[in-house]
């Protein structure tokens, strides 16, 4: 369900398995965050953001209230960098670029991107290929809007593989990792990585080949937004 990345006195950091909700589900039993805190056996812990069910990866935990509200207001100031990998295997209608829009309610529980500015969801991105068609996406968000990521790529014509929801094609998983962090907490820097650990286009030779160049996504040239 999740392995421990790094335990600091102030908070934690966990890879997540894809298909795991992060809350209790009440047929399905529990959820990534209490499972967390019962197996590392932690008096308290306290959630700082989230993944959604399918995606995996790289998820912050607080040890302590203060800690907690660090945090928060760190991703609400959009101070706290994040990375994601995903693969899609539709061509898109660009392969680098931005990806820029309000988001409004849509269809089964989705979102869809607008064209208005008011409040938009913001993604740099780029892209790599993998050959037969396939793609590979990093992506980082500059907001933190639910399905984000998903709705972007979904706007580009190339929906995440396994997410049928957004139209993408049937896979073992859907294709979205939560691949590395980057911030400052406590006047120290950190920085995570966690490759893919599981997926069979994730783990092929084309995806493992170039996500092994981009172990330093914070130090590409990301244009000024």
Known sequence: MFTLIDQQAHFIVINKAAGINFHDEDELGQ??????????QLAELYPVHRLDKMTSGLVIMAKDLK??????????????????????DQKPKKKQGLIKGDMAKSRRGSYKLLRSLENPAITQFFSYSLGQGRRLYLLKPHSGKTHQLRVALNSLSAPILGD?????????RGYLHAYAVNFNIYNQQYQYLCMPDNGEQFMSNESQTVIKELSTPWQLNWPSL
């Open 31 to 40: 959820g990534l965050f209490n499972l967390v805190k019962k197996q590392l």
């Open 67 to 88: 800690t907690a509200q660090l945090f928060q207001q760190k991703f609400c100031q959009h101070s706290v960098d994040k990375y994601y990998l995903a693969i899609s």
């Open 164 to 172: 049928t929801l957004y139209s993408g094609s049937k896979a073992d």
